[in-house]
């Protein structure tokens, strides 16, 4: 009872002192107050003998980026990558990034993501452009997003919420909402309360085989041009000539993701099955929580039943709306899978996490697949 007492006058205390600190002059304007959470939440971590999963307080202090922060101007070491058909996720464009540990390279892998050696950071942060037609009126950063290879396997660490000034980014653990607007190709203007998950949400989507793993990262998604700073270059084999990506095959020889919204870049089948890896077959896969669902969304998947068309649901529930099959061929309007990509209703929409809007294009793209099978 003694020791339960003096652990929380010592929480209250420090509690006490981040608070007074806040109203010190400091410009932070963060919802919710993430230093407070994250002290709290570590020291209940400690009390219950756990090791606290917590970063650093802010993302400056890991030294990823040069100048100023919200540049994004890489360090020595830190690698750009983009993906060729990337997760919805309401809109946010996101800029990736990968930091091995010095010396260390990554090994191809056909199907996987690379295998980064324990000491990696991925690093992503989500922003909007304030107008999509004049991209030089500027962006707005939401959050930066870290993942860590550690010796027992990969972990989320908080999220980082960027300042209303775009000057430093802060660790929050329990997560949030921030409110963004923008200006659409359309010409529409645009907003949406912008979900900041907590750590435990986060890992949610990162799970294959009981095991956390990253999602995006994969040779077919970097099989691609990107304009790095030297130019532009195929990502793999830039990432072969720095010393860093080793026993890569021909590029020939390397599958490469269609363009969700490119029809040039492949078919109408494989778009959509490449845009259905990327945003549904981190869960519906062999060794995803989905499995469990019998729907297999990945872009290798040939047999049509486990790709839904004809089959019932196992356990959608009002999910189905009111729906027989999870893909009923040339009949989009009677799919099960089309209509859990267009509603927002939070008990029913896939993916479940990680949207609140409707992806019109990719539901469209979806539409079309379906209805010309």
Not at 62 to 91: A, H, M, Q, R
Not at 359 to 372: P, Q, R, Y
Request: proline share 5%.
């Amino acid at each position: 009872m003694k020791q339960k007492f003096v652990l929380l006058i010592f929480i209250f205390g420090v509690i006490t002192f981040i608070a007074c600190k806040q109203n010190s002059g400091s410009e932070t304007k963060i919802e919710p107050l993430t230093d407070v959470t994250a002290a709290t939440e570590m020291l209940r971590k400690q009390s219950e003998g756990k090791k606290a999963d917590i970063g650093k307080d802010k993302l400056s202090e890991y030294g990823f980026f040069l100048g100023n922060l919200k540049d994004l101007k890489p360090s020595e070491g830190v690698i750009p990558y983009d993906l060729n058909t990337p997760l919805f996720s309401d809109y946010a464009h996101k800029l990736r990034f990968f930091k091995l540990p010095e010396g260390e390279t990554v090994s191809y892998r056909e199907r996987e993501v690379f295998a980064f050696p324990v000491g990696t950071y991925i690093i992503k942060t989500f922003y909007y452009y304030n107008n999509e037609n004049e991209k030089q009126e500027g962006r707005r950063l939401m959050e930066t997003r870290l993942l860590l290879h550690e010796a027992d396997g990969w972990k989320t660490l908080p999220s980082y919420i960027w300042n209303d000034e775009q000057t430093e980014a802060f660790l929050t653990v329990e997560g949030g909402t921030k409110e963004v607007e923008w200006v659409d190709v359309t010409g529409e203007k645009k907003n949406v309360a912008y979900s900041i998950p907590s750590q435990v949400l986060c890992k949610s989507c990162h799970v294959k085989n009981n095991e956390l793993t990253p999602i995006g990262p994969k040779v077919r998604q970097l099989n691609r041009d990107f304009t790095f700073a030297t130019g532009t270059q195929n990502q793999l084999l830039h990432y072969k000539e720095l010393g860093v990506l080793t026993n890569l095959p021909d590029l020939s020889q390397v599958r490469k993701t269609p363009v969700w919204n490119d029809p040039t870049s492949g078919s109408l089948h494989g778009r959509a099955l490449g845009y259905l890896d990327m945003n549904c077959a981190h869960c519906h896969s062999k060794g995803g929580p989905g499995n469990t669902s019998a729907l297999h969304l990945s872009e290798f998947e040939t047999n049509e039943f486990n790709m839904g068309i004809g089959k019932h649901p196992i356990a959608a529930g009002k999910g189905t709306g009111g729906r027989p099959y999870d893909i009923v061929k040339g009949q989009p309007e009677e799919s099960i899978l089309l209509y859990r990509m267009q509603t927002t209703d939070p008990g029913e929409m896939m993916p479940e996490v990680g949207r609140k809007l409707q992806h019109e294009e990719g539901v469209a793209l979806i539409e079309e697949w379906i209805s010309k099978m």
